[in-house]
């Protein structure tokens, strides 16, 4: 049993101001893309400089709100535009391998939200074009940047909670019911698993690798998207994750990594600047407790994730060491496995 640390390492996080600045421009400005202008502009150095909308009405109002200095109503225009270095895809997730391949065929790094595609064929379409044009490509799991991610990744290295068996996640909310709309509709790729299941295959696999087998329990909406699903995987060391995700319930968005020495238990919502506790149950339950005091709170926390990428393409990456897209493939692998499992995937 390795001994109970008394004290946190230090996160190692991207500093948010001081370092290199990319001028970034949004495609599809919605409600993430209104929060990726505030985490950014508020605290880095970060500039967004033009953003796109189908509508030139749309992206003029949203430019007018957020301080961003040009507008375009046609996405083409703005990847076409010199003054932006990199593009964020914003948009419904049936889009983004779309939008992704058009950024790229005009020489700009591009930063996708989450889930990067559809499919893992999808990212696997991405990486290919990236390479071959010789710019950043990322996933947006601004999680992965979060000091809190950090700090867990240092423990679990300095063999503090022993072997993990058993990563447990859930995240789920009540969505908005349209059945045109991004959550319940099969064209714009909807369901819960894209949109919020991802997260906890992501903690899952950040800990425990891909899995070997992937068991999927689940329900699909009179829409035909996937609404409520329990997921089991199992890996080939005997360990588990038990995972669950729903447009229909509110759940308390925690996770928790069981290994045979300690655990950690984040309490609060996992994905966003989050604290947690280090328990351990044989030692007298000895417990330690990492705060988030970084003052950054709920989507601010984005800003990590927007100074990260602005130091990988400052040092010449094409991907990122954090995030890399080998992981968003193996990510959307246990995902098609799911949809498969759900009857959302043939
Ligand atoms: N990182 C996070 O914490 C986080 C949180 C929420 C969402 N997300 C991700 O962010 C993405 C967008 O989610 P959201 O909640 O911001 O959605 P949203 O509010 O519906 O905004 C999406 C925007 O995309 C554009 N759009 C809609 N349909 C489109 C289409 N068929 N083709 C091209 N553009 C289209 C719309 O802008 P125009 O009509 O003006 O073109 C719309 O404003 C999703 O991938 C989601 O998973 C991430």
Partial sequence: MTTFPTTFPAAKTFPLRGGP???????????IAKDFVHAVHTHTDQRVEAVASRSLGRAQQFAAKHGIPRAY?????LVADPGIDIVYVA???????RLALLAIAAGKHVLVEKPIGVTADDAREIQA???AAGVFAMEGMWTRYLPQTDVMLQLVRDGALGDIRLVAADFATIAPTDPLGRNYNPALAGGSLLDLGIYPIW???LFLGAPARVNTFGSLTSTGVDAQTAIVLEFGS?????LTTSLLHFSPERASINGTDARIEINSWFVVPAGFELIAPGKGNTRLSYANETGLEFRDGIAWEAAGVAQHIADGLT????????????????????????????
């Avoid at 109503?73 to 225009?77: E, N, P, S, T, V």
Wanted: charged fraction near 20%; aromatic fraction near 4%.
């Fill in 319 to 346: 991907e990122s060491p954090l995030h890399p897209l080998a992981f968003s493939i193996e990510v959307m692998e246990t995902m098609d496995a799911v949809r498969r499992g759900v009857g959302t995937l043939a």
């Fill in 238 to 242: 005997g360990a588990q994750s038990v």
């Fill in 91 to 97: 948009s419904p997730h049936s889009e983004h391998k």
């Fill in 21 to 31: 600045v990319l001028r970034w421009g949004i495609l599809a400005p919605g409600d």
């Fill in 203 to 205: 903690i899952s696999q």
């Fill in 73 to 77: 109503g046609d996405h083409a225009q």
């Fill in 129 to 131: 074009a990236a390479t």
